[in-house]
């Protein structure tokens, strides 16, 4: 075991402060970053990214568990931190000083690697979406473990009937499964977010024959878009979305939320076979 200084010692020697204008928020518990690295399962010698390490919290935790690490960081105040992870692990860490949104994740990394993060608030629905939309199935990504809102969080396991359940929910589960792996108390942070976090893992499964993601998302952003409003007028805007909804049987006077996610995928199929 490589010995190293506390994570507070760390942020004092470097002179960090968690940036509101980045989504910061630091975790120094070991014990709970451990525990997060563990959510994937044995990492010893696999590729892992990780988006916004700061001072390399969960880094280290993930070093530890052997993983090989590629970390992504925009704030170049945490770079010397990070500088110090790559002289203790020889060889295990490299980081990338760029915005993770600009940024191909499959070609930065060129071979299958696991995502492992504390996702910075401000970006990580956008990362998330991104990686749930891959046009390439299955994905270089062979899990996700991020660290969201638990609002958010609850968005993306959401059943249908619930008022949490939309497009989130749909792009997690129809071509993957998704868990809610761990809950964090706002106590845990430094600063304590308003809000309390939990973690979310998700795997790819088998992407359902003849349904293709643009088509699904153009529904679930027109369906939910509206969710109040009945099927009839929330998708009127889509050619062929009516058409498709009576060729399955679908009532167009339900409302987005009651339908499963089998229903969106089977109405993404019918659309685009009207379509063509």
């Not at 500088?83 to 191909?104: C, K, M, S, T």
């Not at 968005?155 to 249908?160: E, L, Q, S, V």
């Not at 007028?233 to 979305?241: F, I, M, R």
Request: proline share 6%.
């Amino acid at each position: 075991m490589v010995d190293l200084p506390p994570l507070r010692e760390v942020i004092k020697t470097h002179g960090l402060s968690a940036s509101k204008a980045l989504g910061q928020n630091f975790l120094f518990d070991e014990q709970l970053l451990g525990r997060i690295a563990a959510i994937p399962g044995n990492l010893d010698g696999k590729a892992v990214l990780e988006i916004g390490p700061g001072p390399g919290g969960l880094t280290r935790a993930l070093l530890r568990a052997g993983a090989r690490v590629t970390a992504i960081e925009r704030d170049s105040r945490c770079i010397p931190a990070l500088a110090e992870l790559q002289e203790a692990f020889p060889g295990q860490l490299r980081v990338v000083e760029q915005d993770a949104l600009a940024i191909d994740h499959g070609d930065l990394m060129g071979e299958p690697f696991a995502v492992v993060a504390n996702l910075p608030y401000n970006i990580g629905t956008a990362l998330f979406t991104r990686w749930l939309a891959d046009s390439a199935w299955p994905p270089r990504w062979t899990s996700l473990t991020l660290m969201f809102q638990q609002e958010v969080a609850r968005r993306i396991i959401a059943a249908p009937g619930s008022g949490e359940f939309g497009r989130l929910a749909i792009l997690a589960q129809w071509r993957s499964s998704a868990k809610l792996a761990m809950k964090v108390h706002r106590s845990a942070f430094t600063p304590p977010p308003k809000v309390m976090s939990a973690i979310v893992h998700v795997e790819p499964v088998a992407a359902p024959e003849g349904a293709d993601i643009r088509t699904l998302e153009r529904l679930t952003e027109a369906a939910f878009g509206q969710r109040r409003k009945m099927l009839r007028q929330s998708l009127k805007g889509v050619e062929g979305a009516l058409s498709a909804l009576e060729s399955l049987g679908i009532d167009s006077t339900r409302r987005a939320e009651t339908l499963a996610v089998a229903d969106f995928v089977a109405l993404a199929r019918a659309l685009d076979q009207i379509i063509k």
